[in-house]
């Protein structure tokens, strides 16, 4: 079992930065790759960011890439997602999870375990 706990967003202006932070417990953490998504809306929860379990391999949204980057501290159990550069469409609710398998690993269905969401949102 893992929890997971978001924290670190707020109201920024365009073109600020934002670093969302996820804690999770349980001494499995190192076993799972640690995506983050959003949701935005009326709309459905899309992904952004991905990070293998070693952080040697990640992929990105292309509305996010070369704005986002993800990283994780294995030793703290906690996955960060810098945010430079915002945009007004980057308003969401922003998602951490936790996943082994089980499909693409930029789908929802990959993932095992969600936080409560953290809430960005971006004036223009």
């Known amino acids: 079992q893992v929890q997971l706990v978001e924290s670190g967003g707020g109201l920024v202006q365009a073109g600020d930065s934002l670093r969302l932070s996820c804690a999770a417990s349980g001494r499995t953490f190192i076993r799972y790759a640690m995506g983050w998504f959003r949701q935005a809306p009326g709309k459905e929860r899309e992904f952004v960011a991905t990070?293998?379990?070693?952080?040697?391999?990640?992929s990105y949204a292309d509305s996010v890439k070369g704005r986002f980057t993800i990283s994780r501290d294995n030793a703290k159990n906690t996955v960060y997602l810098q945010m430079n550069s915002l945009k007004a469409e980057d308003t969401a609710v922003y998602y951490c999870?936790?996943?082994?398998?089980?499909?693409?690993?930029?789908?929802?269905?990959?993932?095992?375990?969600w936080g409560q969401g953290t809430q960005v949102t971006v004036s223009s």
């Open positions: 999870a936790a996943g082994s398998g089980g499909g693409s690993w930029n789908t929802p269905r990959y993932y095992d375990y």
């Open positions: 990070s293998s379990w070693s952080g040697g391999v990640t």
